[in-house]
């Protein structure tokens, strides 16, 4: 498809950058199995699109760049000065040698790299010193390089520097030819070989130079290499060998033993037609290495997004069990127990109560309606104990749900790095929480008092509402909310609850009818419901937020496999 390169360039050039835009503002934040990995190939292809292939597209017909690289000490600089025949590039003894990259150009050739639209990322400065510079590319130029090619030293692919390796793996990747230099010592380096099966994978054009061969061991060595390099498919690779040989009083190799590599490189640049081979070929490479790095950055944007909502759901999960929790508890009797409980005895008055409940229902209402009226104390301390018993349940059910959320979280990787970057500011539940839970419930109080004052307005105010009055009537409206609906185990005090929930209802029956008692009470538990999901949810945004600010674009994956389609689209359909 290397047709496709140089025909009709301007659809893929366009959805190329559409894809170094997307790819930039692109974010793999949790930390899930294969996220660095994943992170890394981002960078790479959003690199390798700014430093060469959007370059390179627009302008084939520019200068070929050839990036001089290697393992350290392996003569890179020495080799480039040598090309040249004087000191362009400062060599030594003292690692990391090339801390900054040096380019080597023809004088007319300097436009195209100095404007930075190859390798944007770095500074430039000019000049012929050779001192290094702490950061960016000095570019260099001198009639001695041939025209129409330019020669990078790099830094060291295995530095102790971790920049500078970063630094020479982007600029090999911005390289429309790799000129690898190895030593007879160290060519069988695994550093090195991950990387030049890097570059064959995608089809590179890469020259070899072994440097420092022993003349006596020079078949022997250069042998083995030639063999390897065909094993790993780089068999058409051109090789050179420099061996071991006094330098001259300028520190450069001999001429006759860089001759040949010179030869070829100058060789190179005057055909054009060869120049443009090498070019197209590593550039029609890297698009087709998109192939396999486009969706596999696809599905490790599908994994941060099924992640995410993994993590979401384990919030809204454990929060909404603790509603259910919460529920439960109105109907098994939990919440009329205890301080409840004595305080509706107080209210109704035990004991006579629940020797009339069966057969003087009616004489027992008359009663409850007297206490109403004489004795307003009671009523208000119930209103108290179910506020908080209420506010106990849902603090407790909170509780329960934070635990359950941080222990889930920290049996994913993703949800142990959030809970470890969060620090000591997740935790249980929120330290305002009764209060908030006292206010809605309190809240909810009003609201049943105002469904019963409504209730009451729908029909005709009748002896028995007016003697039990609106706030009495209400205290019966809250108690039959939390009547048992599943049954109440055996045993005196929920027995007694039983009753107490059924002596609500009857008397609340007894006064607007059964199917008004079933909407009333309906609609007072169906607010009350309301109102603790309410703190509840605001309960789990503790989590959520730390979700919420999580930058994940749900789109992304679709968006790289239709791309990865338009891109391929575009290259087919260039005329041939």
């Known amino acids: 498809m290397l047709e496709a390169v140089t025909t009709g360039p301007n659809r893929l050039l366009g959805a190329l950058e559409e894809l170094r835009a997307r790819a930039a503002a692109a974010r793999l934040p949790l930390e899930i199995t294969g996220a660095d990995t994943a992170r890394d190939q981002l960078k790479s292809m959003v690199g390798q699109l700014e430093d060469y292939v959007l370059p390179r597209l627009s302008r084939l017909e520019a200068p070929l760049l050839a990036v001089v690289g290697g393992p350290t000490g392996a003569g890179k600089s020495t080799l480039v000065n040598s090309i040249v025949g004087h000191q362009v590039s400062a060599p030594g003894v003292l690692r990391p040698t090339t801390r900054s990259p040096v380019l080597v150009?023809?004088?007319?050739?300097?436009?195209?790299?100095?404007?930075?639209?190859?390798l944007p990322g770095l500074l430039r400065t000019t000049g012929s010193s050779t001192e290094t510079m702490s950061q960016g590319l000095r570019l260099v130029h001198d009639p001695a390089i041939p025209k129409g090619l330019a020669l990078l030293d790099a830094p060291d692919i295995?530095?102790?520097?971790?920049?500078?390796r970063q630094l020479a793996a982007e600029l090999l990747a911005a390289a429309d030819l790799w000129i690898f230099v190895t030593t007879a010592a160290r060519y069988a380096d695994a550093v090195p070989w991950d990387l030049l099966i890097e570059a064959q994978e995608r089809s590179a054009a890469v020259a070899v130079v072994l440097d420092r061969v022993p003349t006596k061991a020079i078949y022997e060595i250069v042998t083995h290499l030639a063999a390897l390099l065909s094993d790993h498919g780089l068999g058409d690779s051109p090789l050179f060998v420099v061996p071991e040989s006094t330098m001259t009083s300028h520190g450069l190799l001999p001429p006759e033993v860089v001759d040949p590599l010179r030869n070829w490189l100058h060789s190179l640049a005057a055909d054009a037609a060869e120049r443009q081979r090498v070019i197209r070929r590593t550039l029609d490479g890297t698009l087709t290495s998109f192939d396999t790095r486009l969706p596999v950055l696809a599905d490790a944007a599908d994994a941060q997004i099924r992640?995410?909502?993994?993590?979401?759901g384990q919030v809204e999960s454990a929060y909404h069990a603790a509603l259910e929790q919460v529920e439960g508890a109105f109907t098994d009797g939990s919440l009329l127990r205890g301080e409840v409980l004595a305080r509706w005895q107080e209210f109704v008055g035990t004991g006579e109560l629940f020797r009339s409940l069966q057969n003087r229902i009616g004489r027992m209402r008359d009663r409850l309606g007297a206490a109403l009226r004489g004795r307003p104390q009671p009523g208000a301390n119930l209103e108290v104990a179910l506020e908080h018993g209420i506010e106990s349940l849902v603090s407790n059910a909170a509780d329960h749900a934070a635990e359950t959320t941080i222990d889930l979280w920290r049996a994913h990787p993703a949800g142990a790095k959030l809970l470890e970057d969060a620090g000591s500011e997740l935790g249980l539940s929120n330290p305002d929480l009764p209060d908030r839970t006292a206010a809605a419930v309190r809240a909810w109080q009003s609201y049943v008092l105002d469904l019963v004052r409504a209730q009451g307005a729908s029909k005709r105010a009748t002896a028995r509402f007016l003697s039990f009055g609106i706030n009495g009537v209400g205290l019966l409206a809250m108690v039959a909310v939390?009547?048992?609906?599943?049954g109440i185990p055996t045993g005196a005090e929920v027995g007694i609850a039983a009753g107490s929930t059924a002596l609500s209802q009857k008397l609340l029956e007894a006064i607007f009818g059964d199917q008004a008692v079933r909407s009333l009470a309906a609609n007072a538990k169906k607010n009350l419901v309301q109102r603790i999901d309410d703190l509840l949810a605001d309960e789990a945004r503790q989590f959520t937020n730390l979700l919420d600010g999580?930058?994940?674009?749900?789109?992304?994956?679709a968006w790289l496999r239709c791309?990865?389609?338009?891109?391929n689209e575009a290259r087919t359909e260039a005329p041939q």
């Open 105 to 118: 150009c023809y004088p007319s050739d300097e436009e195209w790299f100095i404007d930075r639209r190859v």
């Open 158 to 164: 295995d530095s102790i520097v971790a920049e500078n």
């Open 307 to 312: 992640t995410l909502g993994l993590l979401r």
């Open 482 to 486: 939390f009547a048992s609906t599943a």
């Open 550 to 557: 999580i930058r994940i674009d749900p789109t992304l994956p």
């Open 563 to 567: 791309q990865h389609a338009a891109i």
